[in-house]
């Protein structure tokens, strides 16, 4: 016969208890991990939500000459007064500058497009296509300054051309972006030096910023920009996750008090029932005393019992933040959820075997010290 | 030097306000081999000294020798080590764990030992020659009364302890049954095995080499009833 049989012949026999202590461990584990689980889901759309936007500061030029805007874009040339070209490289300078993650310079220049009338952007491909995650492109990104992507639009519009000619040179389309809804779908996007350098233009169109993050302080950023050069304008985009955003940080507010609530109410139960089952166990103490076990081995009798008792929590604690957080996730319409994360697992495993550890110590210690003397006069 | 030593034990108990003298310089010689009835009227103090005698509960003052040692000058973990090996307990509610079968309850204090031991053959003869053979699987509640005295007998002799310590082992046994505990203590002693009994019965004395008397925590009257075999 060894000391696990004894431990879980323990349980069985009081058995009622012992389920009433998993659950109520399984509850604590659950609900905090679960809880975490949907903060983490929430903040993770709102992250997601501002990398498929994409940019959220645009800057502009401070004075846009009547006429020299194309659906609300505005247009550069060599008479247009545009943005300073160190513009980009003093926004890397900011104080905020961590928080950056994209700046994308543009031109636009409306011309002559296989002699008909469309609009060229000058772009940097590697930052525009990491700001524009949402472009479907049937094709291939381009792979020179000659390549070129087109809006869907203006390539039905162009008889679905193989290539453009622009200022009398020749461009391979090698990708045509799926409609958007914007001007994007009647624009012709090239290498931005290439377009500069065609037309001789010496500034910025607008520029776009992205900063990817939930929580970046965007009033500030756009704040430190302004300050880098009075002729521009700096343009934080509309908030249209604000209420998202707020839902996160009510819910993040909400989860510490409902982690904390549990937290304590799983202390509470575990120390109360864990003392119940120590105090019926006092005769069963008394006989292990007399029949020669000594401290160490009763206090591994007790602790063998918690550990198991605590696996077993974790084991129901797991399949409780499963159901917690997928039913958050329905409730709070989070599309992209995760409803396990060994990553939480972990921490909500090494918190309840602490939580059990500290817990348990107290009792376990108690037991193993009680005077024999003391049981003695009870029964 | 005899096997135990009893000194001048004293030992007070607190209830309530009230202080109460439950052994008042108690002193005693035991030989090896002997059987000891204590015997006295309820509170005389009869279980505190047998729980000091198996050093469960430490006097307020006093010595108590077995063997050489000196059972109070011993720590708590070298006391249930000298449990473990010197000591066999039968109680009156027999104190057998339910959720364990006979078998297992017989096996208890194997668990115990440091070492690893596997006495499984001698717990199954012990039950055999306590007349507990076919019982081996069954529970506490499935067995009678004086079954179950046997069991917790059959546990007090599976580490082959030198002293028997029993708490008014027929208690709670019919007179029949009372009687063939006593008979096996009786062999038990017939073997060699130092037992001391408390009893408020003195038809017990008829088993016993030797009687101690208690009185209100002190000792009237030490009486040699027969030889040890």
Request: contains cysteine.
């Amino acid at each position: 016969m060894s000391i696990w049989s004894v431990v879980y012949r323990q349980m069985k026999e009081k058995r009622a208890k012992v389920v009433l202590m998993v659950l109520s461990v399984a509850i604590t584990i659950g609900g905090i991990s679960g809880v975490l689980l949907t903060t983490f889901n929430l903040q993770k759309e709102v992250a997601d939500y501002y990398d498929k936007i994409g940019a959220n500061i645009v800057i502009v030029p401070q004075e846009l000459t009547k006429g020299s805007a194309f659906d609300g874009v505005p247009f550069t040339g060599q008479k247009q007064l545009g943005i300073a070209i160190t513009l980009p490289q003093k926004i890397k300078t900011i104080k905020n500058k961590e928080s950056i993650s994209i700046i994308s310079p543009k031109v636009v220049v409306p011309t002559k497009i296989n002699n008909q009338d469309g609009v060229v952007l000058g772009v940097i491909f590697s930052e525009e296509l990491r700001a524009k995650k949402w472009w479907q492109i049937i094709g291939r990104k381009p792979q020179n300054s000659e390549e070129g992507l087109i809006g869907e639009n203006l390539y039905e519009k162009l008889g679905k051309p193989q290539k453009v000619k622009i200022n009398g040179k020749d461009f391979v389309i090698s990708g045509v972006i799926k409609k958007t809804g914007s001007f994007e779908d009647n624009s012709l996007f090239l290498d931005l030096n290439t377009v500069r350098s065609m037309f001789k233009i010496n500034s910025y169109s607008f520029i776009e910023v992205s900063a990817l993050c939930s929580t970046c302080p965007i009033p500030e950023i756009v704040r430190q920009i302004k300050g880098l050069d009075p002729n521009i304008k700096v343009l934080a985009m509309a908030d249209a996750i604000y209420d998202r955003k707020l839902l996160v940080e009510n819910f993040n507010e909400f989860g510490k008090q409902m982690a904390f609530g549990l937290l304590a109410l799983g202390i509470g139960n575990f120390l109360l029932i864990a003392f119940s089952l120590f105090k019926e166990r006092e005769k069963e103490l008394l006989i292990f005393r007399t029949l020669g076990f000594n401290k160490l081995k009763i206090f591994n009798l007790y602790s063998l019992e918690i550990l198991a008792e605590i696996l077993a929590s974790e084991i129901f604690g797991s399949i409780l933040t499963l159901i917690l957080s997928f039913a958050l996730a329905k409730m709070l319409g989070i599309t992209e959820a995760y409803f396990f994360s060994w990553q939480y697992q972990a921490y909500a495993l090494l918190g309840g075997l602490i939580l059990g550890g500290v817990v348990s110590i107290i009792p376990v210690i108690k037991v193993s010290r009680l005077n024999e003397q003391e049981i003695l006069r009870e029964y | 030097m005899a096997f135990i030593e009893v000194e001048r034990v004293n030992k007070k108990y607190l209830k309530g306000k009230t202080e109460t003298n439950v052994l008042k310089d108690v002193s005693f010689n035991l030989g090896k081999g002997e059987f000891w009835v204590v015997a006295g009227p309820s509170g005389s103090g009869k279980s505190t000294l047998l729980s000091i005698l198996g050093s469960l509960n430490e006097p307020d003052s006093g010595k108590v020798t077995v063997d050489g040692f000196d059972l109070f000058g011993l720590n708590h973990d070298e006391r249930a080590l000298f449990r473990l090996n010197y000591l066999g307990f039968v109680f009156q509610n027999f104190h057998l764990l339910p959720y364990l079968t006979a078998l297992e309850n017989v096996l208890l204090p194997t668990i115990a030992s440091v070492q690893k031991i596997n006495k499984k053959e001698e717990a199954i003869n012990l039950l055999k020659m306590l007349g507990l053979n076919g019982k081996e699987d069954k529970y506490p509640k499935e067995l009678s009364g004086g079954e179950q005295e046997r069991v917790a007998i059959a546990r007090a002799l599976i580490m082959e302890p030198e002293i028997i310590l029993a708490d008014e082992p027929t208690g709670n046994l019919d007179s029949k049954t009372g009687e063939e505990v006593l008979n096996i203590f009786s062999e038990l002693n017939r073997q060699g095995k130092t037992i001391i009994m408390v009893t408020h019965n003195l038809a017990h004395l008829n088993y016993a080499t030797h009687a101690l008397f208690l009185k209100d925590g002190e000792v009237q009257e030490i009486k040699t009833l027969r030889e040890v075999n």
